[in-house]
């Protein structure tokens, strides 16, 4: 509710700033939040210029003012810090019995509460006693915790930052406080009854209590809108409207906002980096010039700092196991002692890590490998880390686990910066205000043991809100709609306006009635006075600048439809981006080589090469990944996985069937077993495939074993079927060969013999498309090339047999060959089946096969960027280095 008492309205362009700011009285002006405060005193700056020295105008949001004005009359009560109040609502909580065996956890819960209180707190709720027999369960639990906690806080004699309304009253009624001389309301300020209450008897003291209007409107609004096919264009979209509305000479103020701007922060960070902030590419500044992006996100959080998330990083990798994606953060963080010196090293155990270790690891694990691989000196700063931490007693005061937390940070070297960096001052401080907050936590939870510190550090790290501070005001804001309010811009793009975002939906309280929210005026009570606040605030954001945008997006950042907001017409004219406009300008001379190409493969590179068949699917998905994988030799690093990993788990079922035909050798003796003798076989076979799981537990073996134990016995139920007597003649065949210029050591899975034909089989344990094997699109080369070389070390080839040993998709095969295109017995389509055909087929790929092996020696790196990107998985380093998928058996 807005404020309903005495103060004098002032009327537009009637805040006289100047006198304000001579006539040494002092005046407090009160906004909702710090977004609007920093508006008006960017207002007062431009009105007011050098004059504008702030020693006698504050402008401040009210909630920070009620703390300062209690604080400032050095009372007997502390008011707690949102953490503070939370952890005694945890403590109320957990000691009323109240909740059931079955929740593990109560901070949420606790979360859930502390707003429920604060809120009837600061409206004044009283819930009824009737709510003990009538109520529901949670509103039961919230008369009691409620009970409680205010027992807890009278006790103790603290207040809540809901109660502080009603206690500045009284010491107020007590004459107590010290009050400014002039007291201003921003034109939208909330109020509640309590605060409404306070100002009343603010205003009969001798305090001139005044209300400013709202800014300037600027005359009607020139508004478009913008429908993206999807998530990235609505942004890329956002992005080249700002570029275009700040490139010229006069100073703008802009601003994009939307509901909540969380989903769209990194893309708009990635995009506005492409279109406003390419110079810093070109480092040359000025003597004395930062290099700073020209937009500020309002909603920033300290723990998104790169320093600051390296600290917590390495606080939380002591003394427990953490995921191996952790550990390899810390290695390869430029915040440790020696970052730079030893990063190389420090890349090189990161990869041994990953290969070697499980999804779940320890410091002291990675130290032994470290020493048994001669990496000890390259993470020296994680010996004395864990040296540091094994001091630190099990339980301490909260006060106590900072300083200990200070030292291990020391002894990792943290920040590995020298003083006088501006952005990693201002992390630095923000970080030591946070530890500050959970200093004061030692009155509430007393002695405590690491995991509770560190739960607790998180809490307060990940909920500050934090933005560096500049010298000048940059010309872009990102913000949400709550916090554009109140303020003007020259310009302003509204994203992100689904029916999904916009109303905002109501979450209802499970503590508190809504007859009493909607009585007391509490905003967004119910939906219809929701509907009323958003579209109120999205009509007062669309004109605060004279061009506005709005946007949406027809899919959402999950590729899920979405809907238009129903809060606008969708009328207006559509806004198309400039062609060919830039956001920055820059002249630059460059240096362009002669000859701007890759050089042939050379005889001594290719005598080097390493890759297999490899090298040819690499090339069939594009010549540029395959440039990169293995000319340069960029591999993707490995990344660990939850449980086994897929790569290991098919070289397994490899090895047992391996091991199975090598003894069994043909389909007479497959027949002459009894299922009983065939089990007894392939358990044994898979006990000394499975010979190299032993770093796995016990359980996660036993239940691999059982999978892959039915998926071959379902497999050797296939090959009882058919059509025609075999004999295996080889299992995973080595030999070396020359692909039309590139030479290849090669491994067959099996060679079969049917009657007086041979073919080669290829087991695969995921799923592969047939078409795959076609010339004109073959991405899977490696049977193609198989009976294309195969006469050189194995004798010659008659067919191809693709075998998919698939629980889910069931057993397939694909069979191409000089005399049949099966099996089993079915029908084919398109089979390839005859000499003829075989030939044909086999011409068509050594064509194409050639094609490749000509294009990558030649230097070929080409690259179809709108290709489907599934044909890739996107490395953070390179944007076009696939991740190892199931191997190919080559080398």
Known sequence: MKYQGEFNKLRQNEAQWSQWLADGCTTIVLVDHEGEAAAYRQQIADQQGDAAYLEWVRVLPKAQWLVELWDSSFPARQVLRPVQLLVLAE????????LPDSVIGVQGIAQRFVDAFELAERYGLEMSTDIDSTGTGEQQAFLLWQEQLRATLRAQNLLSAGQLAGALLESLQAKALELPARLVLSHALEISPPEQQLLSAVAECAVECLQLPAFENRGESQLQQFCAADFNSEVQGAAA???????GNSPRQIAVVAPDIRPYEEALRRALERELYPYSLFPDQAPGQQLAEPWRIGSGRLASYPVVAAALDLLLVSGTDVALELLSRVLRSPFTADAQGQKAARAQLDVRLRENLQNRSSISRVLREADYAGFEDAIAF???????????????????WVQYFDRELLAAGWPNREAGDPVLDQCRQGFSQVMDTLRALDRQLGQINRGAALRWLQHVLQSKRFELKRDQAPPLQILTLEDARGQVFDGVWILGLSDNALPVPVEPSPFLLREQLLAAGVPRADHSDALRRDGHLLQETMQSAPECVVSLSRQNSDGVPQSACALLSWD?????????GLGYNASVELALPKQDGVRPVSSSETQGLRGGTGLFKAYAVSPFFAFLKYRLGLQAMPAPVEGLEPRRQGAWVHATLEVFW????SSDA???????EIELRVDAALEYAMRDGVVHGDELLRIERRRIRSLVLEWLDFEKNRSEAFTVEATEQRGRADAFGIPLNVQIDRIDRIGDHRVVMDYKTGTVAANSLNAENLLEPQLPLYALLADSFAGQIDGIVLAQVHARDGMKVHMRSSWSANLVEKTVRNAVDTPEKWAAECEAWRKVLGNYARGFLSGDIAHDYQQDASAFAYDPYVSVLARAGEGDGDE
Do not use: F, G, H, I
Not at 382 to 400: F, V
Not at 670 to 676: G, V
């Open 572 to 580: 207006y004219p559509q806004w198309a981006p400039l062609q060919n």
């Open 241 to 247: 409207w700002a570029a275009a509305q700040l490139n």
């Open 91 to 98: 403590q109320c909580v957990e000691n009323s019995k109240v």
């Open 662 to 665: 090598r003894e069994l050798k």
């Open 382 to 400: 994680m010996a004395d880390l864990q040296r540091q931490t094994d001091t630190n007693p099990r339980r301490a005061l909260p006060s106590q």
């Open 670 to 676: 497959l027949l002459a077993l009894s299922d009983a």
